[in-house]
């Protein structure tokens, strides 16, 4: 069965730093483009950060400079590290992998159940 776990989550004061980490099992996470997603009470979703298969990063801006994505394909796991993060960062964080099979012409899409990172004094 298909699973992504979040970790990492809590409560951090602004300037401060926090790792998620997403843990995959059950498809071929060396052949998934990882990504982490969030979302803030009465808000739209956003994407905030994007890793593709072969490790090139893309960022939201309002994330650029703050905040790593990065994937270890031994562990079947992505990362997301925060840091200098700020209040508007508060949301759930959630993890998503599209996964390319050799036999589907389409990547499967799948999603954690997301994780709370609220920044608050």
């Known amino acids: 069965q298909v699973q992504l776990v979040e970790s990492g989550g809590g409560l951090v004061q602004p300037g401060g730093s926090l790792r998620l980490s997403c843990a995959a099992s059950g498809f071929t996470f060396s052949r998934s483009v990882m990504s982490w997603h969030r979302q803030a009470p009465g808000k739209e979703r956003e994407s905030v950060a994007t890793i593709s298969i072969g490790g090139t990063a893309n960022y939201a801006d309002s994330v650029k400079g703050r905040f790593t994505i990065s994937r270890d394909n031994a562990k079947n796991t992505a990362y997301l590290q925060m840091n200098s993060l700020k209040p508007d960062d508060t949301a759930v964080y959630s993890c998503?992998?599209?996964?390319?099979?050799?036999?589907?012409?389409?990547?499967?899409?799948?999603w954690g159940q997301g994780t709370q990172v609220t920044v608050s004094s």
């Open positions: 998503r992998a599209m996964y390319y099979s050799a036999i589907s012409a389409r990547p499967y899409e799948y």
